[in-house]
């Protein structure tokens, strides 16, 4: 049975940003296992199929239910073959490194950015609902978050640090792509698919970073579809 992966959509709703749901896409496509996504909108849980966890990504493989990007990863290591999504002990610490770095020197920055892109491009159904739950988190409108001084310069500095490793490397990862790869990469992909604005600089290394990330697994974050 073909493993299904409940994926959030935008009005469109082939539109599909969600940057932890791009977390399980990269890991099932690392492990080569073929899957079909299943579009969900925000607001309305019943078509989630676990109504207690109304977050997406979720997972359906058979009888199993795995909700969470990092409960994704983890049963993807450990029930499909294939190339690890981490090698190393080591190079899992270093994701670890990379999630906490990008929580707290891009998300803060990225998400009053996106917040009010994504209100834009979601579904009628689906707006009142973002704007409640996303305000409720900024602590003021969309708007006024959005309108925050010095997001793009933050963005930039974060961006410079990020380069470093890509200097030298051709991922994060090393020679290939892991989870530090697709756990960063979809940060920039919720942007890509969420707007065709350019709201940054982004320095060459990283800039180049994103080029090799989208032509991974025969273009397929490159191929997913954006909004117009
Ligand atoms: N810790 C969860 C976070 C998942 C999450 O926040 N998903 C968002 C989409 S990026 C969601 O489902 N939002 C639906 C909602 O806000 O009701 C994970 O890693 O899977």
């Not at 969900?40 to 966890?53: G, I, L, R």
């Not at 610490?93 to 998400?111: K, Q």
């Not at 707006?127 to 925050?148: I, M, W």
């Not at 994060?172 to 920039?188: R, T």
């Amino acid at each position: 049975m073909t493993i299904k992966l409940y994926d959030l959509a935008l009005s469109d709703p082939d539109v599909r940003p969600s940057p932890f749901c791009w977390r399980a896409k990269f890991a099932l496509l690392h492990k080569g296992v073929p899957f079909e996504t299943v579009p969900v909108p925000f607001a309305d849980k019943e078509q989630y199929p676990n109504k207690d966890h109304g977050l997406v990504p979720i997972l359906i493989d058979g009888d199993e239910i795995i909700c969470d990007s990092e409960n994704i990863y983890a049963y993807a290591e450990q029930k499909f073959e294939g190339t690890p999504l981490v090698q190393s002990s080591g190079e899992r610490a270093a994701c670890d490194f990379y999630n906490a770095w990008a929580a707290s020197n891009l998300f803060p920055y990225f998400a009053p950015m996106m917040f009010v892109r994504v209100h834009a491009a979601a579904h009628e159904d689906d707006k009142a609902y973002f704007r409640k739950t996303r305000e409720q988190r900024l602590g003021k409108t969309l708007e006024e978050a959005a309108a925050t001084p010095g997001l793009s310069e933050r963005i930039e500095e974060a961006l410079q640090t990020l380069a470093a490793p890509m200097v030298r490397h051709k991922f994060l990862g090393g020679e290939s792509a892991n989870m530090a790869d697709y756990n960063m990469f979809s940060i920039f992909q919720w942007l890509r698919l969420t707007t065709q604005e350019e709201l940054f600089e982004t320095p060459q290394a990283v800039a180049a970073w994103q080029e090799r990330m989208l032509d991974l697994f025969d273009g397929y974050a490159r191929n997913a579809k954006r909004v117009s």
